[in-house]
């Protein structure tokens, strides 16, 4: 196979970066080797190397891993021998063609990576095809995983389509086995191996290895053009034809090309048969509408609807282009009626449907744009891909839809886009595309027009697109931009494929709102139309819009759709519009001067006023100058002079400028000190500047620090002497905003530094501070939350002589693994903690859902009695409660209604992300979790230990003692919960006796009140004193008011993905502190605590127009 010496012949790396060049990355693949070309029985052929991922370690797969993949496939090809018999036969025919050689046993196991990959057989469209699965995993890892796609290296389908269409005379063909023509290296042969026994199962499989790039890895396609690509680069035939052929008209193993004479025709087939067929790329399957053409290839080269019909006279033939159908006797090009039979009519039949209708020049759009709303119109609820049970409405309409399919075998449009007579008679071409939209979809449609020398104009169809419209409801202006922005698309698109010279390019929209908006700035409307206004302005520069009247936009067939049997015969879609035959004089005109009267999309105009007692020349040059790089480039340029404003400013001139600003910035601040300066005097003992001993350079005349390091020599002279500046003039403000920004925003002792190095600022951490306090980066980077002073004590932790869980504050914990026979499922704990007594009411919740909540909150009154307020956080489960409560009450009778309205508990949630609000129960919580992580562990545990251990801490939590503890035996013992639920300190010991008066019959209910009153007593006297100190949170920040911007604090992500907003309204307590607002960040509304709450320097209102539209209220 591989003759003589192996000739290995190395050529220049420049295959590698021209790769790399056209990928736009640096050496994206594993160590790229120079190409190879090896010679293969008479014929140079190249080599490649797998595209391999870097950093991958070796790969290695044993025989045992697809050992099962073959029986399946013996079994399957046992139940049919002829099945069997092809794939036995195709498996030899490969290696006979040497592109797969069989390993010897001893060399299987002497490589350092080995890789196997199954293989099956494919039906489709009557062929029986070998299939080789390279993306079959072993241990998490397949062979693709780790190879690179690569860059797209041809050209695109579309553009090789409409070059196909340009000329009189066009050719087609096709490589013969093109990726079987690329040989693979040899450390990368071993990674592609299979295994084959010929249906004898009691034999051990031989072992196959692949000696060329096979169908199925990712980076065959790549690697294989850039081989065919080289070789026509190295071998550009006559005039580069060859070279021009490969580039531009040929789509992986598809060479379609159009050129204006049977001449030019013949010499192209020749040079590319010749030139492709040295480095082993034979192009068989030719076709062409001039048979002369053919008529001296060989038979096996010629496509077989060519050979039956110069061999045969058999008319009728055509041959597949890229998806279509060229019928190259009549030269027109048609498309193949893919129909499909399916037994239930659901949505993953109708997806398959939809998808096999291959329609890459759009011309059939109007047709599939109506099965696209059909499949939209599936999704107005959650449906699943195999349910039968779709709509009548639906079923009508795609039944109807799918009754037209054998309708498209007749659909055809000429091939070029002029008829052959007069190629050689065009004296102008012109584009013309058209858009327009609806509310259900929108899309655009081209037409070349070519007028001939005796003022003949022919039209011909081009391309088309088509969208449909978002769910979202848009404004039909705004469609209509977006129809627009497909035109320039597609304008651009045919512009930039086609070859041929083009005139004019012109584009049409019947809609004024959008012609309008072309000709206006993009920066005065809102984001979404001014984002797509400047797309379209860029990519239609040297295009020209016009106005056409609905009736006559050959692009509202798009929107509205058509039949088959519609677009089968001559209509403006087909053929164009019919004004384009006359005259530019006669075409649509625009209907009058279209005024603005929609300003919905234009941006809102901010209007700010300042008011300052500063000098009026200092205000002026302040406001003129946003940046310290913007005012140095003013002075320098001032000091240029307007007479060389056409050279390029210097580093000199920059350096030069700067010491303008300083020495203006030191006139105004240091003016006396300056004069005395140049008189050679010190300055006076009130100065600011006496302690720095000032001097006077000389030479650029700015004051600097005199300081006591003169005689450090090895120091630059301007650490030395750094120039003095002033903290509150606005020169300075701006030098330290250039340093904040250029130091990417660190903290003040850094910019510090760096600016002591050369400037010497007055009081400068301070004037940096302020700096910095003032800038949106570094306040949203360094800035706190203000939390406002800790409120008083609500009312619900204040209801003195209530009963105990009057009012109650609810969460869970948890989850816990408990052991259920072998398995083990999740349950979580929920705590009541009554907000006035402290007291804990602990059970066991099988889920974090509404009925589990309810079931809970049912066992707890009936041993607690109902409260009259719940407090919990926003978790799912609460607010499902509360609306499943709701619901109950009010479906209950009037009467009984009436009877129950003063026991309906009254939920309260505290706002999201704010577990301070519930911090009463969260401490609990804590408590609850370190006494069972204590006793039970992190093991699983049985349900009925777990409910027993909730039940013993609860009873422990409730024994804690309210406030202080004394240990003097005089004293009384200290109050606990369960004085008010037992009437006893604590359950393990005895009940207390009272006189036997408070024991009579008739006064027995007294036993329960001397309780209660005791406990209160000792509660008001004991306890309650010890919640008059507010332990942290003592300041009172400025509140936030509407309107103030805040930075949105969210743990989950870091802190650059903190989102910005607006407040839209704030919360206050009874205080008349805020405690927690809405926030707006887009299109949504959030309800957060201050102390999530970043404030930050108001953003102007055109920054946050789009993101704070007011809108409704979401609960979240």
């Keep these: 196979m591989w003759r003589g010496s192996g000739r290995w012949i190395s050529c220049h790396i420049r295959a590698v970066s021209w790769l790399c060049d056209r990928s736009r990355i640096e050496k994206p693949w594993r160590c790229w080797k120079p190409r190879l070309i090896v010679q293969v029985g008479n014929i140079l052929r190249y080599a490649t190397p797998l595209l391999r991922k870097q950093d991958v370690p070796p790969l290695r797969a044993p025989i045992k891993a697809v050992l099962p993949n073959l029986r399946s496939l013996e079994r399957r090809l046992g139940r049919d021998p002829l099945r069997a018999q092809e794939h036995s036969v195709a498996i030899h025919k490969l290696v006979e063609g040497g592109a797969v050689k069989k390993v010897d046993p001893h060399e299987t196991s002497a490589t350092d990576e080995a890789w196997y990959i199954p293989h099956h057989v494919v039906s489709h469209n009557g062929k029986n095809r070998l299939v080789f699965n390279c993306s079959f995993k072993f ?133 590319l048969r010749s030139v492709l067929s040295s480095g082993g790329f034979e192009i068989r399957q030719w076709a062409c509408n001039k048979p002369e053409v053919l008529h001296h290839l060989p038979t096996e080269a010629r496509a077989d609807s060519m050979e039956g019909w110069l061999s045969k006279n058999e008319s009728g033939m055509s041959e597949p282009v890229l998806g279509l159908s060229w019928q190259w006797e009549t030269d027109t090009l048609g498309y193949k009626s893919r129909t499909l039979q399916y037994k239930a009519l659901t949505m993953r039949n109708v997806y398959k449907v939809v998808a096999r209708q291959y329609d890459p020049l759009g011309f059939i759009a109007p047709y599939t744009t109506r099965a696209k709303l059909i499949v939209q119109s599936m999704w107005d ?270 580093a000199e001139d920059y350096r030069q400028a700067e010491l303008t600003v300083f020495r203006r910035s030191q006139s105004e601040c240091f003016a006396e000190e300056l004069s005395r300066l140049k008189a050679g005097k010190i300055v006076c003992r009130s100065s600011r500047l006496l302690t720095l001993s000032p001097e006077l350079d000389p030479v650029k005349g700015v004051i600097r620090v005199g300081g006591r390091l003169r005689r450090a020599e ?87 002589y209530k009963p105990a869980f009057y009012s109650t504050g609810v969460d869970c914990f948890g989850p816990f693994q408990v052991k259920l026979g072998r398995r083990s499922e999740k349950r979580w704990g929920i705590i009541y903690k009554c907000l006035t007594t402290r007291a804990v009411h602990l059970d066991l919740i099988h889920g974090m859902d509404a009925d589990s909540f309810l079931m809970s909150l049912r066992r707890f009154i009936a041993r607690r009695g109902t409260p009259a307020e719940l407090y919990s956080d926003q ?80 009873a422990i939590l409730n024994s804690k003692p309210l406030g202080y503890t004394s240990s003097d035996v005089v004293d009384l013992d200290a109050i606990t919960p369960n004085v008010l639920l037992m009437g006893r300190p604590d359950g393990a010991l005895p009940q207390v006796v009272y006189p036997r008066s408070e024991g009579l019959s008739r006064r027995r209910w007294r036993q329960c009140q001397v309780i209660a009153d005791h406990f209160w007593a000792r509660f008001i006297r004991s306890y309650l004193p010890t919640l008059q100190h507010r332990q942290k949170w003592h300041g009172a920040p400025e509140d936030l008011t509407v309107g103030s911007v805040v930075l949105l604090i969210d743990p989950q992500f870091p802190r650059a993905l903190w989102p910005i907003g607006r407040v839209v309204a704030v919360h206050g307590s009874a205080d008349g502190h805020v405690r927690s607002a809405d926030i707006q960040v887009k299109d949504k509304v959030y309800t957060r605590p201050v102390a999530r709450l970043i404030a930050l320097p108001t953003i102007p209102e055109s920054e946050l127009d789009e993101r704070c539209t007011p809108v409704a209220k979401d609960s979240t």
């Design 381 to 650: 609820k959650p449906r699943d891909w195999d349910d039968p049970l779709l709509p009548a409405d639906l079923q009508r309409a795609w039944m109807e839809w799918e009754s037209e399919l054998p309708l498209l075998s007749s659909i055809s449009l000429p091939r070029p886009y002029t008829p052959t007579h007069i190629q050689q008679e065009i004296v102008s071409r012109q584009i013309h595309v058209f858009s327009d939209a609806s509310e259900k979809a929108y899309g655009s449609v081209s037409y070349m027009r070519t007028e001939d020398t005796q003022g003949r104009v022919y039209l011909a169809f081009i391309a088309a697109r088509s969208r449909v419209a978002p769910r979202r409801q848009h404004s039909v202006p705004r469609l209509e931009l977006c129809g627009a922005l497909t035109a320039a698309q597609l304008a651009k698109t045919i512009e930039r494929e086609l070859t041929v010279k083009l005139d004019q390019i012109i584009l049409w929209s019947d809609s004024t709102t959008v012609l309008t908006w072309l000709r206006s700035e993009s920066c005065r409307f809102k984001v979404f139309v001014g984002t797509r206004v400047a797309e379209i302005q860029e990519l239609t520069a040297g295009c020209t819009w016009h106005y056409v009247d609905s009736a006559q936009n050959p692009a509202d067939d798009v929107t509205r759709g058509k039949t088959l049997a519609e677009l089968g015969m001559p209509n403006r879609w087909s053929q164009g519009p019919s004004f384009l035959f006359k005259g530019p004089a006669e075409w649509p005109s625009s209907p009058g001067e279209v005024s603005e009267l929609d300003t919905s999309e234009h941006r809102k105009p901010t209007s700010c006023g300042v008011v300052s007692s500063v000098d009026r020349k200092e205000a002026a040059l302040g406001q003129s100058f946003s940046s310290w790089k913007a005012l140095v480039e003013a002075v320098a340029e001032e000091a240029h002079g307007a007479a060389d404003l056409k050279n390029p400013l210097s």
């Design 875 to 954: 978790g799912t489960n609460f607010r499902g409660g509360e609306k499943e409560l709701s619901e109950c009450f009010h479906s209950m009778s009037s009467d009984l209604r009436q009877l129950l309205a003063k026991q309906k508990i009254d939920f309260r949630f505290n706002p999201p992300a704010a577990p301070h609000f519930g911090g009463t129960w969260e401490r609990e919580i804590k408590s609850v979790k370190t006494a069972l992580y204590t006793v039970i562990g992190v093991q699983p545990t049985s349900e009925e230990v777990l409910h027993t251990v909730l039940l013993e801490v609860e």
């Design 714 to 800: 090895w120091l630059d002279p301007a650490f030395k002497h750094p120039i003095i500046l002033d903290p509150s003039y606005w020169t300075t403000k701006l030098l330290i905003q250039d340093y904040d920004a250029r130091l990417c925003h660190p903290g003040p002792e850094r910019v510090f530094a760096e600016i002591r190095r050369h400037f010497w600022i007055l009081r400068g951490r301070e004037a940096i501070k302020r700096v910095q306090h003032q800038c949106q980066e570094c306040r949203r980077w360094k800035s706190k939350p203000s939390i406002p002073k800790m409120a008083d004590l609500p009312v619900a932790r204040l209801q003195l």
């Design 139 to 271: 241990q998490g890892i397949s062979l693709n995983d780790t190879l690179l796609p690569g860059p797209t290296l041809g050209p695109s389908l579309l553009g090789v389509l409409l070059r196909f269409r340009e000329h009189a005379v066009a050719v087609s063909g096709d490589i013969r086995a093109m990726f079987h023509q690329v040989r693979l290296l040899l450390e990368d042969r071993s990674l592609l191996r299979f295994i084959w026994r010929d249906m004898r199962r009691d034999e051990s499989p031989d072992v196959y290895e692949w000696q060329v790039l096979p169908f199925g890895t990712a980076c065959s396609p790549c690697c294989a053009t850039f081989a065919l690509q080289m070789h026509a680069r190295d071998n550009p035939g006559p005039e580069e034809i060859v070279a021009h052929s490969v580039e531009h008209c040929f789509y992986v193993d598809n060479c379609l090309q159009s050129v204006p004479t049977t001449d030019e025709a013949k010499v192209l087939v020749d040079s």
